[in-house]
């Protein structure tokens, strides 16, 4: 407890008063002594309860302290009750509006004086334990947030690759398509398959496949560069590359780019006729294939290419077989 009086008999009488409680009375001489013990001057403040305030003091009313110490964030919680030798209605309701909680007059009974202490004293250990509360909710939801956002993500990203998965790509693809419906904005597609993957598979097993799918998928991720593009594990060794605001030829380059990238990166096949892994790719764009359809068109291009030897890029056109 801390009595801000700039009496030394008050605060003497004071301290006699609040003895019986057993709790630890501290009465600095001075508003400045007050401030440091209240930590408002940067040093960590210790453990006050309540502070018992006179109204009235030479260097500085004990409203306009008040005030002062409710702009400490670790002060807005602490009981303040304001010691007065008259009982002024309106100086106290200005009292209670700067932030006090109690008032007692001049003087005091001590059983009257300890009881509002007491009240005060709990009152401030609620108000923090509720503080406390408040912040452990705060930061469990902020985790928990966080959490459902991790979820989120995983749900929107295939475990093997770390691209987008079929279900993060069909809404992009829907939402693309909405977009080109209100806007008429162009809209690409890449379909790419592994070729042979199957006999990469026989022979250099699963775990080999699995990091050729990732060596594969960087590549793609590495050649498509936009922000707002999506590529995606279609299922199994396809790939998909959604490209907005980008017309037929535009996605073909990309189709290109991504046919040198393996060029280069030469990732060993034993059983390709190249000795190393290649894709074949279907690409197709809107509006051109807006009677026939994105996705349909993109897989009769990708047929195409597999079809005429694998390791190309097939665009699909209007008429196309």
Wanted: charged share 20%; aromatic share 4%; hydrophobic share 45%.
């Amino acid at each position: 407890m801390l009595i801000v009086d700039d009496s030394v008999v008050v605060r003497l009488m004071l301290t006699r008063a609040l003895e019986p409680l057993g709790a630890q009375v501290r009465c600095p001489a001075s508003l400045a002594e007050a401030r440091e013990l209240l930590g408002m001057t940067g040093h960590a403040p210790p453990a006050v309860d309540v502070v018992l305030l006179d109204q009235v003091m030479p260097e500085m009313d004990g409203v306009s302290f008040l005030r002062e110490m409710r702009t400490h964030a670790h002060l807005q919680e602490l009981s303040v009750i304001m010691v007065t030798a008259v009982q002024d209605e309106a100086q106290l309701e200005v009292a209670f509006a700067a932030g006090a909680m109690d008032y007692v007059t001049k003087p005091c009974p001590p059983a009257t004086l300890r009881a509002r202490t007491s009240s005060g004293a709990r009152l401030t250990r609620a108000l923090r334990a509720s503080r406390e509360r408040a912040l452990e909710l705060q930061s469990a939801n902020a985790q928990l947030a966080d959490l459902n956002a991790q979820l989120s993500s995983l749900s929107m990203t295939d475990a093997l690759t770390g691209l987008a998965n079929r279900r993060a790509f069909d809404r992009a693809y829907d939402y693309a398509l909405a977009q080109h419906t209100r806007s008429g904005m162009s809209v690409a597609l890449l379909m790419v398959d592994i070729d042979h993957f199957k006999r990469y598979n026989d022979a250099l097993g699963h775990p080999a496949g699995d990091r050729c799918l990732q060596q594969v998928a960087a590549a793609l991720r590495g050649c498509v560069r936009r922000s707002t593009d999506v590529v995606a594990r279609y299922g199994g060794e396809e790939f998909a590359a959604l490209l907005t605001d980008t017309d037929l030829p535009g996605a073909a380059a990309v189709g290109q780019r991504i046919l040198r990238r393996l060029t280069e990166e030469h990732i060993l096949h034993p059983e390709h006729p190249l000795g190393h892994v290649t894709v074949s790719i279907g690409v197709a764009a809107l509006p051109d294939a807006q009677q026939h359809g994105l996705k349909d068109a993109a897989d009769h291009a990708l047929y195409r290419a597999k079809a005429t030897g694998r390791n190309r890029t097939v665009m699909w056109r209007p008429g196309a077989d």
